[in-house]
């Protein structure tokens, strides 16, 4: 047998035969992973495929509203019964016009004299007083420029005789109460002051009442301060109160050339017999002059 030629043979091969073997620098090796010609990849698959004659899913279906020629609901009052509408009509209506009567009061109230409020002046005052009173001082073309302390003084009976206290400021007490307060009552700002502002609007330069309201007053005053004594020990009974006020003006800022009198100005009503009605309701004096 010939030798094979050393130039055409090659020798034994032992590396891959590029026909029958497959290369490894371009065969992977065996396939664990999804064939991409028979297997999805599962990042590109959108999940199972529907049958090509499957109907796409519309989604939800919009709502179609009512029917042609149906009636719409009723709202507000048509919705309600006959009886109803009628109980609800006749409801707005008077508030209409309670509404409208109280805006006329008002404006009679605060308006200028007129033929109205001399006709009807009275009935103007009943029906604003004392809930819808209006009060335009804040407005005014010439503002309060006087400070108004009230004080008040009484009879104590003591086991031995009978003795006045000194005057003591109840204006003082409210100013001391707001001072320093962050949200003062309305009682300490308001009470006493108004009071005194609706007893001497009521009352003629000889303490002498103006008909109803000014003994309203006056029993307004005596009641606000009888609940202020309450609040000492005076170590007896009160038999008589006596009330003043003290006026001063208040003096020119220091870059006006006015020259305004601060010196006090006093108003002293006449000795007041307490009675039952001016006791606090609850203390000991008034339910014993209740029994």
Not at 91 to 111: E, P, R, T
Not at 137 to 153: D, E, G
Not at 194 to 208: C, E, K, M, P, V
Request: charged share 25%; glycine share 8%; net charge negative.
């Amino acid at each position: 047998m010939a030798d094979p030629d050393p130039r055409t043979d090659p020798g034994p091969r032992t590396g891959p035969d590029r026909l029958t073997d497959p290369d490894p620098r371009t065969d992977p090796g065996p396939r664990t992973g999804p064939d991409r010609l028979t297997d999805p990849d599962p990042l590109e698959d959108p999940g199972p495929r529907k049958h090509p004659g499957a109907i796409a899913d519309p989604g939800p279906r919009p709502d179609p509203g009512p029917l042609a020629g149906a009636e719409p609901p009723r709202v507000g009052m048509a919705g309600l019964s006959y009886p109803y509408q009628v109980v609800a009509a006749v409801a707005l209506s008077l508030i209409g016009l309670i509404a409208c009567i109280q805006l006329a009061m008002v404006f009679l109230h605060v308006a200028p004299s007129n033929t109205l409020t001399k006709q009807h002046g009275e009935a103007v005052d009943q029906w604003i007083y004392p809930e819808f009173e209006q009060n335009w001082k804040l407005f005014a073309p010439n503002p309060l420029q006087q400070n108004i302390a009230v004080h008040v003084r009484a009879e104590i009976s003591g086991p031995d005789k009978r003795r006045t206290t000194p005057w003591m400021s109840l204006s003082g007490e409210d100013g001391k109460a707001i001072r320093g307060n962050l949200l003062p009552s309305h009682v300490q700002q308001n009470e006493l002051r108004r009071g005194w502002d609706f007893y001497i609007g009521s009352h003629d330069s000889q303490n002498r009442a103006n008909g109803l309201r000014g003994r309203l007053s006056e029993q307004y005053v005596r009641r606000i301060v009888m609940l202020r004594l309450s609040e000492h020990d005076y170590g007896g009974d009160i038999l008589r109160i006596q009330v003043r006020s003290e006026v001063r003006s208040v003096a020119a800022p220091a870059w006006s050339n006015e020259k305004i009198s601060t010196k006090p100005s006093y108003r002293v009503l006449p000795w007041w017999t307490v009675t039952p009605a001016d006791l606090p309701e609850g203390s000991a004096d008034s339910e014993e002059a209740d029994q």
